[in-house]
T-cell receptor, first 115, second 114 residues
């Protein structure tokens, strides 16, 4: 069990650029979640996959955001035409699908800074 | 809607006991979780309560009262390394059916002093 891995750890980009983040979940976990966290706040749910199917998207996820999990393993989160308000920590988590008591295991996140 | 309230900051001394409270409002309820997050780190799962009562895991215990929509995290024998942010989170019944997304509180920053 190597844990949830996220890359890159930090991303600095200019407003208007596109960025893509990657998440590698714990290998046997079939559920994968994306959250966003700003300073002094708790993580906010963005979207969720069970295997390769994206089953839920938050209203926070505008049309500029897209997430994929093409083979049911790693996932990518892309933000197009970045805005200042996109600056945040983007967290990925994974879990087993066997019940509500299964904890979500988080990665260290990708910190996005928009100049 | 769904919301959770917890104190923003708590300070305690090494060796003491501290309780972090959490009240929640949700359209359905399927368990209260607690996570710890050190500065710059990942949230780490501490405990989960689905039923009323106390769950104990080493120095940490968590309590739930569903009738009061209330829970708390109890940290005993505080150590300097316990200085971190602590988040309560709920899974609502509706979200369980869709995979169990978590709704987090704003977090309580715990400072442990020598």
């Amino acid at each position: 069990d190597t844990g949830v891995s996220q890359n890159p750890r930090h991303k600095i980009t200019k407003r208007g650029q596109n960025v893509t983040f990657r998440c590698d979940p714990i290998s046997e976990h079939n559920r994968l979640y994306w959250y966003r966290q700003t300073l002094g706040q708790g993580p906010e749910f963005l979207t969720y996959f069970q295997n390769e199917a994206q089953l839920e998207k938050s209203r926070l996820l505008s049309d500029r955001f897209s997430a994929e999990r093409p083979k049911g393993s790693f996932s990518t989160l892309e933000i197009q035409r970045t805005e200042q308000g996109d600056s945040a920590m983007y967290l990925c988590a994974s879990s087993l699908a066997t019940g509500p008591n299964q904890p979500q295991h988080f990665g260290d996140g990708t910190r996005l800074s928009i100049l | 809607g769904q919301s959770l309230e917890q104190p923003s900051e708590v300070t305690a001394v090494e060796g003491a006991i501290v309780q972090i409270n959490c009240t929640y409002q949700t359209s359905g309820f399927y368990g209260l979780s607690w996570y710890q997050q050190h500065d710059g780190g990942a949230p780490t799962f501490l405990s989960y309560n689905a039923l009323d009562g106390l769950e104990e895991t080493g120095r940490f215990s968590s309590f739930l009262s569903r009738s009061d929509s209330y829970g708390y995290l109890l940290l005993q024998e505080l150590q300097m390394k316990d200085s971190a942010s602590y988040f309560c989170a709920v899974r609502s019944r509706s979200s369980y059916n869709q995979g169990g997304k978590l709704i987090f509180g704003q977090g309580t920053e715990l400072s442990v002093k020598p």
